[in-house]
C-alpha cells in the first residue's frame, strides 16, 4: 500500500533530487468433544479478525451490486476443512444475513457482534471434514465500519472494493486474515455496459436482461484483503509480458489529462514487471495488471495480480508501479502470518524502488542508506518504531515502508551482493503461495549467508532505537 499523501512527497523529492543529487545519490487444538470454533485467528492486532477452527480453501462470491442504491446483494460458496472437531464456527461479515447453510442444510446464524456471524450446523463437523457453506445477503456496505475503517468505495457510476488490512467483510462472508489463503471466483452482476474487473482472469461473460454477470477466476490462492473487484467505464488495455497476460484499465471518467497521466503510468507495467522479474525470479501468478479508479480512493494497493492505483497527473510514476508490482512476491505470493509481520511486504516494495533507481542510474543505494540514515537523528520519533512489531496502530507508519526498506540495503551491504539477491529469490520460491514469519526470514538471510545475523536484526528491526553506524550493521563497508 501506498498513500497518496506520501506519493505526493514522494514525487516533489524525486523531481527536486533526480536533477539536484542524481550522482549522490493458533496452536491446533487437540482433538476431542465437537466445541465451539469462535472468533479471531489470534491475531494480537485486529483480535477478532479471521475465526478459530476452519480453514477456507476456495470462495465463490456472486455479488450483484446496484448503483444508485448503493445495495450489494448476493450468495458466496465457501469450501471450507474443519481445523477442530466443531459444534458452531465463525465468519467475518459486516451485511445483513439472509439464509446460511452447511452441506445445504439450513444452519442456525446468530450475530454476536456486527463483524461476526456465529454458525450452527444440524450436525456438528469433525477435525479434518470438508464442508461446504452457503450465505445470502443484502445490504449497503456503505452503512458499515469496522475497526475505525470505512472502506466501501463508490459513487452512482464506479465502484472498487479495495483496502488493507480489511475489505472482504464489506462484500463477502470470509475468515478475514492472510494467513488463510484461498482461491478466489468472484462473479459480479451489473447493468450492461459496465466494465467489471477482479482477480485473475474473465472466465466468462453472461447476459441476461439489461445485466451482465461477469465471472473471474484466481488460480493462485490468495489473502482476503488482496480480494477485489471493480465495476464502472473502463478501458481496458490487452499487454502481454511473454505467456503473461497484462490487463491495464483506467476510468473513463477521469478528465483528459488525468486520463492520459494515468494510462502513460499503466503502460509501464510490462517493462516494470520484466525488471522485476530479472531481480526476483518468474513473476508468481498467472494473470497480471492494474486499474486507475476515478474514485478518491487515496492510497494505491497491491490487490493481488490487480494492483489498483489513484489517479495521477504529470512526471515519472515508475516508483509507485513498482512499488506495487514488487508486492505481488512480496506480500502476496508470500503473505504474513500475522499483521505485526507488515515490514516483510514493505519493507521489500520499498527497497525495490530504490533498487529501480540504481538501475536507471538515478540513484546509489549505498548513499541512499547514508543518507537516510544521517537526516533522522537519533532522537527522530523515526527510529521508536520498532518495524517488526510496529503496533496496530503504525502498521502504515513511514518507519516500517523506510525503515524496511534500509534494513534490506544494510543487510545487502553486510553479506554482500551475490548472497543478498539469492536470499531475496529463495524466499520468494520457498515461500511462493504461501505465508512466512520475520524468525524465518532471519533464519534464511543467516543460512544463505553462514553468518550471525541476531545483532544485525536486533539493531535494525527489534529495537526502538537507531542503528548504531557499524560495519556489522551494514552502515559502514569495509
Ligand atoms: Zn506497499
Do not use: C
Request: proline share 6%.
Amino acid at each position: 500500500m501506498i498513500t497518496q499523501a506520501r506519493a505526493a512527497l514522494v514525487a516533489l523529492l524525486a523531481t527536486v533530487l533526480a536533477t539536484v543529487v542524481a550522482a549522490v545519490l493458533v496452536a491446533p487444538a487437540a482433538s476431542s468433544a465437537p466445541a465451539p470454533g469462535g472468533p479471531g485467528i489470534g491475531d494480537d492486532y485486529f483480535p477478532i479478525d479471521g475465526n478459530r477452527g476452519i480453514d477456507v480453501r476456495r470462495y465463490a462470491v456472486h455479488d450483484r451490486y446496484r448503483f444508485g442504491s448503493g445495495e450489494l446483494s448476493g450468495r458466496t460458496r465457501l469450501t471450507v476443512v474443519a481445523t477442530r472437531d466443531l459444534s458452531s464456527f465463525h465468519l467475518d461479515f459486516l451485511l445483513p444475513v439472509r439464509e446460511v447453510r452447511v452441506d445445504g442444510e439450513r444452519a442456525r446464524v446468530s450475530r454476536p457482534r456486527r463483524h461476526e456471524l456465529r454458525i450452527v450446523p444440524d450436525e456438528p463437523l469433525t477435525d479434518g471434514q470438508r464442508f461446504t457453506v452457503w450465505v445470502s445477503y443484502s445490504g449497503r456496505p456503505g452503512r458499515y465500519s469496522y475497526a475505525g475503517e470505512s472502506n466501501w468505495l463508490a459513487d452512482d457510476h464506479e465502484v472498487v472494493a479495495m483496502n488493507q488490512p480489511h475489505m472482504a467483510p464489506w462484500w463477502f462472508p470470509s475468515n478475514d486474515h492472510p494467513s488463510d489463503k484461498a482461491r478466489m471466483d468472484i462473479s459480479i452482476t451489473v447493468p450492461r455496459g459496465k466494465t467489471v474487473l477482479a482477480n485473475g482472469s474473465p472466465v466468462n461473460r453472461e447476459r441476461r436482461g439489461r445485466l451482465t454477470t461477469h465471472h473471474w477466476r484466481a488460480d493462485e490462492p490468495m489473502a482476503t484483503y488482496l480480494a477485489m473487484f471493480a465495476a464502472g467505464p473502463f478501458h481496458v488495455v490487452r499487454r502481454q509480458v511473454g505467456d503473461l497476460p497484462v490487463r491495464l484499465a483506467v476510468s473513463k471518467r477521469l478528465s483528459g489529462s488525468r486520463y492520459r497521466a494515468s494510462l502513460r503510468m499503466l503502460r509501464r507495467t510490462p517493462a516494470l514487471l520484466r525488471e522485476l522479474q530479472q531481480d526476483l525470479g518468474a513473476y508468481p501468478f498467472s494473470a497480471a495488471g492494474g486499474l486507475v479508479t476515478s474514485l478518491p480512493v487515496g492510497f494505491a494497493l497491491e490487490n493481488q495480480t490487480i494492483p489498483t492505483y489513484f489517479w495521477v497527473g504529470g512526471g515519472n510514476w515508475d516508483w509507485l508501479v513498482v512499488h506495487e508490482q514488487a508486492h505481488q512476491w512480496f506480500g502476496d505470493s508470500v503473505a504474513i502470518e500475522r499483521w505485526s509481520d507488515i515490514w516483510l511486504n514493505e519493507g521489500p516494495a520499498t527497497f525495490m524502488e530504490v533498487r529501480h533507481r540504481e538501475l536507471n542510474r538515478d540513484l546509489d543505494p549505498g548513499a541512499w542508506l547514508q543518507r537516510q540514515w544521517e537526516r533522522r537523528g537519533p532522537r527522530s520519533g523515526f527510529w521508536k518504531v520498532e518495524i517488526a512489531d510496529p503496533g496496530a496502530s503504525r502498521i502504515f507508519a513511514g518507519a516500517v515502508y523506510y525503515r524496511g526498506g534500509m534494513t534490506l540495503q544494510a543487510l545487502r551491504n553486510r553479506i554482500g551482493d551475490d548472497e543478498f539477491w539469492t536470499l531475496l529469490r529463495q524466499w520468494v520460491s520457498e515461500h511462493e503461495n504461501g505465508t512466512a514469519t520475520t524468525a524465518e526470514f532471519e533464519q534464511m538471510a543467516e543460512d544463505v549467508s553462514d553468518e550471525d545475523l541476531d545483532g544485525f536484526f536486533d539493531a535494525w528491526i527489534h529495537s526502538r532505537t537507531r542503528p548504531e553506524r557499524t560495519v556489522e550493521n551494514g552502515l559502514v563497508v569495509p
